[in-house]
């Protein structure tokens, strides 16, 4: 089964299972909890069942494409069911299942794995999700979200897609991944991955990525200040990819890190305060179309 | 007639590490709820798998036992008035007994008649009180808890499903919404759903579903599974006892396989390549019989024998990858040099409020250098030492450790060799960090120690004067085991250093950098009562009596293995007739001197020879006694301090020290301080309860 395939597979088993099916967001991010998609939908009490392929960037995981196993960016498949069902484990074996891994021909596991963004204020409980040994999913349960308590709590599945492949493909490098028939991960990111890794490791501006850091994050306090939620979490998203980039080129010192990382926490709580206070304004319209679909 | 209950918990996979703990708690709980509730059993076996805690009691009777029971009441006149009828007192004690006055008779308490009724309670269903056993589930206690769903409560996982039965009767309750009944649930991919018929099924029914549910046997089937592969493949395998009751908690039904690597990954140190098997994979590494480590695997599956060919194969796959990473690590840490790594502590946070980790060092070097010092290391080591000290945390900075944080040191010393440091050297940034657990073994070489000492000062120095000082349980930052490293490192080298001395100056050092710390004197306190617990606690674990080791600790830790030395001289002659006479002597002083004001002697003030002769015999042991003190010679310096017992009795015998003359008073108490300062300075006598006898 090529990428392609796999993706519209689990595509199709969430959306079966009531997802809405979200397209990646247009800003750059480290993960997909990051998109407002999960960070943002997971607070409050609305619920919120979506499933969506997110590229994600980790600048100091560039290795020129020479690493058969690293990626300054791989694709992940995120699904959050909020509040998760009852039997959100037995959802997700199915799919497993969908993309064709037996489970009795195969040893699956459930092994504790907690996840924290203090960044983000954010913190799950869960699994990562073992096949025959390899990692191939995040399960986690949220718990706190930019500092709030995640209540009804959100369930969030993280397939790393590449790893899955290359056990579904049986092949050890990253690259000769197929996208599709024919087209393999190498012919499509080989040269994007050489080029962030010159970028991010020689070639980067740190003056201007600085000034960029600082730029967005007025710009988000400022509009953080109008109430404007969206806008202002995309300025913090950019704010974290700026500060990616100068860290993975090892150009922040100690104290700029600590203060860096603090101030974009404030950042993101009071964002998370304010959407949720904005959701209750609008009186939480996605709770009336739950309870009237019930009626 | 007795039958067995059972119930069971159903659960999403609990964390291995929280398994233990909660199984005891079940039993220890189920135990204590079944003497609350009066309910007659045999036995209580507890079961756990990574999705299910359950507990089955054999032979519980159908009900509690009927309780008879005599209750006393009012005295006789005041239950009945004037004219022998039952007042309100009586009235009102029979109702609230459940009884009616007829029921009334008289006994005599004490010489007075008092009102009585037998009372019978009859004992409640078996039945109906394990309804309420949702209790002992819901006590138990996780490391960590969440929620899920819309769902209130707080527990280690989401509860799935539950099973509650007296023989073959559903017990009903329900915990958030899930009730209880017979159904239960096999292995999660070999078993299904199935009903339990009755509580003494339990164990047989499961089995037959792919689920070992008893830890013991679990564990056993791994080992016995084991011990096999190793005597067919002629393997000695590293069967580390945590990895092992971790894996018995990651699985439901255990079958070993195992599988192998490409050699070429042997050039990795063999530490990094178990540690990463170990950790990562929860593999237990293989070795020749000949005790080398060889190029295979064994992991444990849960499930059956079907397919383990692709399991071990998939398996083989990513310990490749890891492995992969582990050799390039190896590789890229081996380029730049060590001063290059040492530049980039100045990045690494090693306590927001204390610095960096290059900071951290500069005060390692400090410390070094003095303690190099003043146990009188020479040139070349002092040398030595210092440099050790200088790259002691580089190793920090590799992708190996970054990677295996439990590796620090280990790295450090095979790194140091390949950049051609110093074979001791190299040997002291690995020994630096033992202990490395609680009771492990101390650096073996000098270097080593001086470094290791000086690490942890640093940390716990810098902790308390931050405000970071552990509480009961709450130790994060393992500071009581460093301060116990230094101890017993300082013991087994028999390094003369008073650890007060040691204390004051790092306490110095970070009081000179302006940190932003507490109170210094605060602080000096704090450090000092602490050290004086750990000192106390390695006392009492080497079973010396409380009285003593308080009664020396009271002149402070000093040369610990003097004061380790002090006490055991104190606890023979605390049963020794003949030391009698010296402490009672020695006692006295100490009592009376708390009275003096000043020490000042004036000769001329002396009015009798028996005082002068106590002043000269004083002064004649004062300073041989110091320096035996400060020698380490606890044994000679108590014999000297005993020559001034006779004088003291005499002193005593012949002497009002509370004279009339205000100046002959304080003359005399002033004699008495000077030698109590002595005798303190050994132990304080008074803190022991003396027991011997003629």
Redesign the interface.
Known sequence: MNIQEMILTLQNHWSNQGCLLMQAYDTEKGAGTMSPMTLLRSLGPEPWNVAYVEPSRRPADGRYGQ???RLYQHHQFQVIMK????NI?ELY?ESLEALGID??????????D?WENPTLGAAG?G?EVW????EITQFT?F?QIGGLE????S?EITYGLERLAS?IQDK?NVFELEWTDGVTVGDIFAQPEYEHSVYTFEASDEKMLFDLFSTYEQEAQRIMEQGLVFPAYDYVLKCSHTFNLLDAK?VI??TE??GYISRVRNLARKIAKTYVEERERLGFPMLKEEESNHE | MSKSVLFELGVEELPARFIDDALAQLKAKTVQWMADNRIPYTDIIGYATPRRLAVKITGVEEKQPDIEEEAKGPAKKIALDEEGNWTKAAIGFSKGQGKDVDDIYFKEVKGTEYVHVNKFIEGEATSQLLQNFREVFLALTFPKNMRWGSRDLRYARPIRWMVGLFGDEVIPFSIESVETGKRTFGHRFLGEEIVIEEADRYEDTLVDQYVIASVDKRRTEILNQLKQLESEQGWKLILDEELLDEVTHLVEYPTVFSGSFSKEFLEVPEEALITSMKEHQRYFPVRSVQGDLIPYFVGVRNGDEQYLDVVARGNEKVLKARLKDAQFFYEEDQKGSIDGKLEKLSRMVYQEELGTLADKVQRIIAITGKLSEWLGLDEEQQRKAKRAAEICKFDLVTQMVDEFTELQGVMGEKYAHIFGEDEEVAKAINEHYMPRQANGAVPSTTIGSIVSIADKLDTIVGSVSIGIIPTGSQDPYGLRRQALGILQTLTAHGYSVPVEKLIDLVHQFYFELDLPTRNEKEVRDDLHEFFRVRAAYLMREERMDPDIVEAVLNSGIGIFSTTKEKASLLVEKRFDPTFKHVHEALGRVLNLAEKAESSNIDESLFENEKERKLYEVYLSIHEPFIKEIQEGRPSSALSTLSELAGPIHEFFDTTMVMAEDEKVRHNRLGLLKLIADDVYTFADLNAIEWKQQF
């Open positions: 690493n058969p196993n509040p998760s069902p009852d484990q074996l489970p009795k021909k195969h040893d699956i596991r459930f092994v504790e907690n409980l699994w096949l025959d040994g390899m349960y718990q995640a209540r009804p709590v369930a056990y050890e090892g010192s100690v890190r600590t």
